[in-house]
């Protein structure tokens, strides 16, 4: 039927939608330069706009993508495990923006991370969720 047709453009619209941040991002990976340098970072990006756009608060703006990634970058010192840890945190509590740890969850990361170092493991899923 023509409603059903209808109703399928309309959720075909909507998912298109969803991706428009992910689009941005990577379209940034290709042609700006202080973007690329950060590509270690790339996935766990990838990972927290999957979630914006799942709570429905994406970025709709080219630009709004690169500056939360860029805070991001900033936040994470460059640090994979850091980054990794913001992001499980952000998701963890449901915020819409990513924001760094508290001063416990900060002592609670280096102590892990200083322990990981000396027995060569790293799961930050054991470490203070």
Do not use: P
Not at 9 to 27: G, I, L, T
Not at 38 to 48: A, C, G, R
Not at 70 to 89: P, Q
């Amino acid at each position: 039927s023509i409603k059903k047709e209808e109703k399928k453009e309309e959720e075909e619209e909507k998912k298109k939608k969803n991706f428009v941040a992910k689009s941005f991002f990577q379209k940034l990976f290709t042609y700006d330069e202080e973007i690329k340098k950060h590509s270690s970072l790339k996935d766990l990006f990838i990972e927290f706009l999957e979630y914006k756009t799942a709570i429905k608060k994406q970025y709709k703006t080219e630009k709004g993508v690169r500056n939360a990634f860029l805070d991001f970058v900033r936040l994470s010192g460059g640090d994979i495990n850091y980054a990794r840890a913001l992001v499980d945190n952000t998701i963890a509590r449901g915020w819409q923006n990513i924001f760094d740890l508290s001063a416990e969850q900060k002592k609670a990361f280096k102590k892990t991370q200083s322990e990981n170092q000396s027995n060569g493991t790293d799961d930050w899923e054991s470490r203070c969720m």
